[in-house]
Structure formats: structure tokens, C-alpha cells
């Protein structure tokens, strides 16, 4: 069975910073690459960073030189760090593999059920 487990969620205040996890289990994790999404209250996921098998990453603009992603292998965990956070990063933030090689950003075989964070100003 496949499951992957967010954790790290919380509240802070803007500028604030927090780390989320995802543990993989059940998947090759190393054939896979390893995504954050982020979903607000009514609307489609929308990417945050995303990590390849070699470790490549990309960010959304939104987020770009405040979010760093990460993956250990051998844990199976993919990381999200988050600095200067702001009121409209509040979200559930949901991590996500595709199989193989990153592709379209919303693209993915498996999610998890994802962590809040709320950002106050």
C-alpha cells in the first residue's frame, strides 16, 4: 500500500518559517520524483517545487527564494523548507510523486493528504 505522510504543518506569523516532511512508503522511492503542491479553500492544487530523481529542483515564482526542497533517498523523505513566510502562503500543502522523470507540474501518480499552514499577519 502506498502512503505518503506530510507532516511540519502549523501557524506562524509572517516572516515566519516552517519545515514540512513527506515520508514515503510502499514506492520505489528513488524512481520517483517528488513534488509539494499547495491547495487553497475552493481551488486546483497549484505547484510549489518540485524534485527529480537527480536531485533537480524548480519552484514556483510565487515561492522562488523563499522555499527550499530537498529529498533523502535513503529516508525516503522529501522536504519543503519555507522562510519569509506571508499571509497568502496559508494553505494545506500537499506532497505529491510522479513516476520517473518530472513532468507537468500538476502531474502525479500519488498524493498524501496534506498539512495546514496558516500564516498571520
Known amino acids: 500500500q502506498v502512503q505518503l505522510v506530510e507532516s511540519g504543518g502549523g501557524a506562524v506569523r509572517a516572516g515566519g518559517s516552517l519545515t514540512l516532511s513527506c515520508v514515503a512508503s510502499?514506492?520505489?522511492?528513488?524512481?520517483?520524483?517528488m513534488k509539494w503542491f499547495r491547495q487553497f479553500p475552493g481551488k486546483n492544487l497549484e505547484g510549489v517545487a518540485t524534485?527529480?530523481?537527480?536531485?533537480?529542483?524548480k519552484y514556483a515564482a510565487a515561492v522562488k527564494g523563499r522555499v527550499t526542497i530537498s529529498r533523502i533517498d535513503a529516508q525516503n523523505t522529501t522536504t519543503l523548507h519555507m522562510n519569509n513566510l506571508r499571509p497568502e502562503d496559508s494553505a494545506t500543502y500537499i506532497c505529491?510523486?510522479?513516476?520517473?522523470?518530472?513532468?507537468?507540474?500538476?502531474?502525479?501518480?500519488?498524493r498524501g493528504q496534506g498539512t495546514r499552514v496558516t500564516v498571520s499577519s
Open positions: 505529491a510523486a510522479e513516476f520517473d522523470w518530472c513532468g507537468p507540474t500538476v502531474q502525479y501518480m500519488y
Open positions: 524534485i527529480d530523481r537527480d536531485a533537480t529542483t
Open positions: 510502499g514506492i520505489t522511492y528513488g524512481r520517483f520524483c
